[in-house]
């Protein structure tokens, strides 16, 4: 069974900084791409960043510049850094990770829960 969880959510003011972290446990065999998404009320799921093992990003207009996505492999962790946040990032942020579990031959998207993103004005 994988499991990924995310922590690190909260109430924030504006222009003040969150760190989230997913973790990805279970019968792991190895993980390709990691994410992170988000969804506002009333809005659809939009991607925030992504990260590939080797280390390629991809992030979102609204916040190339403010957020950084990283990832511990060995760990198998990803971590969102959320610098000078805005209300309008104000969503529940959900980690996603491509993960082939032992003894499969394929990779499998997964997500977890999600955590509470709110930036106060």
């Known amino acids: 069974q994988v499991q990924l969880v995310e922590s690190g959510g909260g109430l924030v003011q504006a222009g003040g900084s969150l760190r989230l972290s997913c973790v990805a446990s279970?019968?792991?065999?190895?993980?390709?791409?990691m994410g992170w998404y988000r969804q506002a009320p009333g809005k659809e799921r939009e991607l925030v960043a992504t990260m590939t093992s080797g280390g390629s990003t991809n992030y979102a207009d609204s916040v190339k510049g403010r957020f950084t996505i990283s990832r511990d492999n060995a760990k198998n962790t990803v971590y969102l850094q959320m610098n000078s946040l805005k209300p309008e990032d104000t969503a529940v942020y959900y980690c996603n990770a491509d993960i082939r579990v032992r003894y499969s031959y394929s990779y499998r998207l997964r997500w977890g829960q999600g955590t509470q993103v709110t930036v106060s004005s």
């Open positions: 279970g019968s792991i065999f190895s993980i390709n791409d």
